[in-house]
Antibody, heavy 122, light 107 residues
Framework: QVQLVESGGGVVQPGRSLRLSCVVS????????MYWVRQAPGKGLEWVAV????????YYADSVKGRFTISRDSSKNTVFLQMNSLGPEDTAVYYC???????????????WGQGTLVTVSS | EIVMTQSPATLSVSPGERVILSCRAS??????LAWYQQKPGQAPRLLIY???TRATGVPARFSGSGFGTEFTLTISSLQSEDFGVYYC?????????FGQGTRVEIK
């Protein structure tokens, strides 16, 4: 069955970095575009970053552009989110999610991980 | 940038009642819209994608409709397990955008 498992969250001081990972299984990783979506405590959902199925294109929300980097490693069936210069506004549960169609960039998300909590605090 | 507006913010409903949730886009998104249900402590669950197609395993009491800027999610007969927050999301344009959510409470 399809599984997405995030890791790498934790408590980090403002200005520091953190790297999240999302290991996927149960589907052909190379045919699906993958996203990171976050949710601040008690708030709604916010798209953060996307890497297309072919790893050619990457897009970022304005709120993280220049600070976050998304990547994927097909040999490890893993999506990464490198987060630099973290601020309190980045405190959230971070989910990785799969677009529900093969070989497209945008779409609804049919599978989600359980989320990993990132807390930015001194 | 497209803004997604959901209404109402909160709904308190008795089991068996019909529920209609609304989602409005600030610009047309065609049928490029998805609906999710999220329960406390859980990841969102895809319900409808695109605008009127139920996702795999979603009960038939959930239905979606709409085109352009106006969309609705209908729960034909609310069950006790349908509590949670419901979000719409457009994927017609960058940046992708979610609505702020509608909380459905069981009366």
């Amino acid at each position: 069955q399809v599984q997405l498992v995030e890791s790498g969250g934790g408590v980090v001081q403002p200005g520091r970095s953190l790297r999240l990972s999302c290991v996927v299984s149960g589907f052909s990783f190379d045919t699906y575009t993958m996203y990171w979506v976050r949710q601040a405590p008690g708030k709604g959902l916010e798209w953060v970053a996307v890497v297309t199925y072919d790893a050619v294109n990457k897009y970022y929300a304005d709120s993280v552009k220049g600070r976050f980097t998304i990547s994927r490693d097909s040999s490890k069936n893993t999506v990464f989110l490198q987060m630099n210069s973290l601020g309190p506004e980045d405190t959230a549960v971070y989910y990785c999610a799969r677009v529900g169609r093969t070989s497209v960039t945008r779409g609804g998300f049919d599978y989600w991980g359980q989320g990993t909590l990132v807390t930015v605090s001194s | 940038e497209i803004v997604m507006t959901q209404s109402p913010a909160t709904l308190s409903v008795s089991p068996g009642e019909r529920v209609i949730l609304s989602c409005r886009a600030s610009q047309t998104v065609s049928t490029n819209l998805a609906w999710y249900q999220q329960k406390p402590g859980q990841a969102p669950r895809l319900l409808i994608y695109p605008a009127s197609t139920r996702a795999t395993g979603v009960p038939a009491r959930f239905s979606g409709s709409g085109f352009g800027t106006e969309f609705t999610l209908t729960i034909s007969s609310l069950q006790s397990e349908d509590f949670g927050v419901y979000y719409c999301q457009q994927y017609n344009y960058w940046p992708l955008a979610f609505g702020q959510g509608t909380r459905v409470e069981i009366k």
